[in-house]
Every structure is written in structure tokens, then in C-alpha cells.
């Protein structure tokens, strides 16, 4: 990717307005990176701290934007054209994720924005802001966060999430486990397919039609949900492929 891309990518960040607007150009982002591939070890390490920085931008525009959210109606607000200055500088400055690659872990994290950006048979536990994981297989995610939860092109993974937005992208052969929803608060999949989620609403942007079943999910029944928890909790990296194997492919009767 050009310079320009790049550039034009951080203006879209910063005067983005919604979180709607935030996915949309992560998700430009991830097209950009699989459709082009730097042919060099120096267009390789440059394009990788292009993309660390855009995605840094981008959680630290959501952590914003859902600070904005979280406002009561009646608080009193600055002038927009005063404070909109101070909020682009904010965002800019505001660089303090955590980029991480958990390899073969029993990982556990507390920190203000989390990016794990590679995540493979391990067991993670974190807590944070704002968490973005991608690139993920044959592990059990326990995500807490006060704000949005980004999971991106995963496969054969168990995921255990409680936060404020759940927006789940490319993910295969997986269970989801989204805690404390209410009905009004849907979990949101695109590009998903042959998913198991507990009971609650989910917008799958691949069919918006509500009058029938989506295809790329099905529904988990309570008993289930307690089985794969009780399961999930008794497994340790000597028996993570296992127990992610059985839980994914076992269904109660």
C-alpha cells in the first residue's frame, strides 16, 4: 500500500463520527493487506508499522467514541468547533495498546487497549478498554471489556466475551459465548460461517433478513452454554486440542 493510502486511511479515522464508520475502514484495511503483498524485507517491515499505527488509531478513535457514548443526554457540551481540535490531538497521541503475538500460551492480561495480532492453541485471558484479536486458531478467548470487542479472521476457537459491542469478522468452526446481552444489543458477525452462539441477538450483515434463519449460525441451547463453560474452564494447554476438538463438534442431545 502507497503512501497515500495510508494517509487518507488516518484523515478517515480521525473525523470518523461512529464506531459504524470505524469498522468499515478496518475492514478496507484487512481487504488492503490480504489483496497486497510487499515484495521486499524492507516494504515488509515498513507496510507492518503503517498497519500497527492505523490500528493503534483506530482503537484509540473507538475508545474515544465510546467514552462519547456512555455520556448522559443532558451533560452539557463544549462548542464543537473548540473541542473537535482537542479530540483529533487526543487520538493521535493516545498510542498506548499493546501489540502481541501468543503463541502456545496460558496467557493472561489487564491493560488499557489490547491487540493481539496472532493467537494460535493457546488459553487467553484479558481485560481491557478495548480488545482487538486477529489471526487466531485452536484456542479459548476469555475477552472482558468496557467497550468494543474486534475479532477478525479466526478459526476452531472457543470465545468467552462480555463487553459493550461484540463485532466478530471472518470467523469459522467457532463458538460464541457473548455474556450479559440484552435484547436490543445484538452481537454483530460478517463473513462468518458455521458458528455456535449462545441465545442472543445477532446481526449477521451476510443476511439481514430477520424473517429467516441465518445459515452461518446456529443457536446454543442453556444447557450447552453451561456444559462448554464447565469444559472450558477445566482445560489446560495439555489438553487445549482436545477439549477445543470435543466442545466444537459435540452437540448435546
Request: proline share 3%.
Amino acid at each position: 500500500m502507497d503512501r497515500s493510502t495510508f494517509n487518507k486511511m488516518r484523515v478517515d479515522i480521525i473525523t470518523s463520527t461512529s464506531l459504524d464508520q470505524l469498522q468499515q475502514i478496518q475492514y478496507q484495511l484487512q481487504d488492503l493487506i490480504e489483496i497486497q503483498r510487499p515484495d521486499t524485507g524492507y516494504s515488509k517491515k515498513l507496510e507492518s508499522e503503517n498497519v500497527k499505527s492505523i490500528l493503534k488509531l483506530i482503537q484509540s478513535k473507538q475508545n474515544q467514541l465510546s467514552r462519547v457514548n456512555f455520556k448522559f443526554l443532558g451533560e452539557p457540551q463544549p462548542p464543537t468547533h473548540i473541542n473537535k481540535s482537542k479530540q483529533d490531538k487526543e487520538v493521535l497521541s493516545n498510542f498506548h495498546s499493546n501489540s502481541i503475538t501468543v503463541l502456545e500460551q496460558d496467557y493472561k492480561l489487564s491493560s488499557d487497549h489490547i491487540y493481539v495480532s496472532r493467537f494460535s492453541n493457546s488459553i487467553l485471558s484479558v481485560e481491557s478498554q478495548s480488545i482487538n484479536l486477529q489471526n487466531g486458531e485452536g484456542s479459548i478467548c476469555y475477552l472482558r471489556s468496557t467497550g468494543p470487542v474486534f475479532v477478525h479472521n479466526a478459526t476452531n476457537c472457543i470465545f468467552v466475551i462480555s463487553c459493550h459491542q461484540v463485532r466478530l469478522h471472518k470467523i469459522t468452526d467457532s463458538i460464541v459465548i457473548a455474556e450479559n446481552r440484552h435484547k436490543g444489543n445484538p452481537i454483530i458477525i460478517e463473513n462468518c460461517s458455521r458458528l455456535l452462539i449462545n441465545d442472543v441477538d445477532v446481526d449477521d450483515f451476510n443476511h439481514p433478513s430477520k424473517s429467516t434463519k441465518s445459515p452461518n449460525y446456529d443457536t446454543l441451547s442453556s444447557e450447552e452454554v453451561v456444559r462448554i463453560r464447565g469444559e472450558s474452564r477445566e482445560t489446560n494447554l495439555s489438553n487445549l486440542t482436545i477439549s477445543v476438538s470435543s466442545l466444537l463438534h459435540s452437540r448435546s442431545a
